[in-house]
T-cell receptor, first 110, second 114 residues
């Protein structure tokens, strides 16, 4: 699976949109981009995933660049409960292991 | 709609004892995965199982660790003769099948070795 690069940490203002970047410059055509988050002491929570089209659900939006070498997770209105470590993972469909890196420690500030 | 259920949430064992961790997947999910998270580290894949079959155990330590997912009942991760280095959070995930369907995680079992 392709390696991803995320900033180690970032702060976001409560009530504002939070834009979380991820680089995956070596991604292959059949690899999906997945986002998970882990709030302290809990299991990872699935957020969203996509292949090449932008995706939106009740939690977030996923914007994938046309060349698929990077993506951005958007939390439209960050709340204090969104403070967590966010993981960007690329995975080939059918390869059932998820490779978690160090993630991005996001802190939402009042 | 119940999520992935893991028990116990916390488990304390003395060195040399056995630890059994249980995982019930989400309803309708037939694929189970186990991950381990050491303190201050990310999750590491251990094993992937379907009912009565181990599909990929490439992340499992060669000795003392085993996993099963019987036809009836939860998946079990078993650690024999535990050592201090086995102290970690063990997470189970499940999915309905292969392909691009996401895995959904339980809240883990925190194993502490005295």
């Amino acid at each position: 699976d392709a390696k991803t690069t995320q900033p180690p940490s970032m702060d976001c203002a409560e009530g504002r949109a939070a834009n979380l970047p991820c680089n995956h410059s070596t991604i292959s055509g059949n690899e999906y981009v997945y986002w998970y988050r882990q709030i302290h002491s809990q299991g990872p929570q699935y957020i969203i995933h996509g292949l090449k089209n932008n995706e939106t659900n009740e939690m977030a939006s996923l914007i994938i660049t046309e060349d698929r070498k990077s993506s951005t997770l958007i939390l439209p209105h960050a709340t204090l409960r969104d403070t967590a470590v966010y993981y960007c993972i690329v995975r080939v469909a059918g390869n059932n292991r998820l490779a978690f890196g160090k993630g991005n420690q996001v802190v939402v500030i009042p | 709609n119940a999520g992935v259920m893991q028990n116990p949430r916390h488990l304390v064992r003395r060195r040399g004892q056995e630890a059994r961790l249980r995982c019930s997947p989400m309803k309708g999910h037939s694929h189970v995965y186990w991950y381990r998270q050491l303190p201050e580290e990310g999750l590491k894949f251990m094993v992937y199982l379907q009912k009565e079959n181990i599909i990929d155990e490439s992340g499992m330590p060669k000795e003392r660790f085993s996993a099963e997912f019987p036809k009836e009942g939860p998946s079990i991760l078993r650690i024999q003769q535990v050592v201090r280095g086995d102290s970690a959070a063990y997470f189970c995930a499940s999915s309905p099948g292969e392909g691009n369907q996401p895995q959904h995680f339980g809240d883990g079992t925190r194993l502490s070795i005295l």
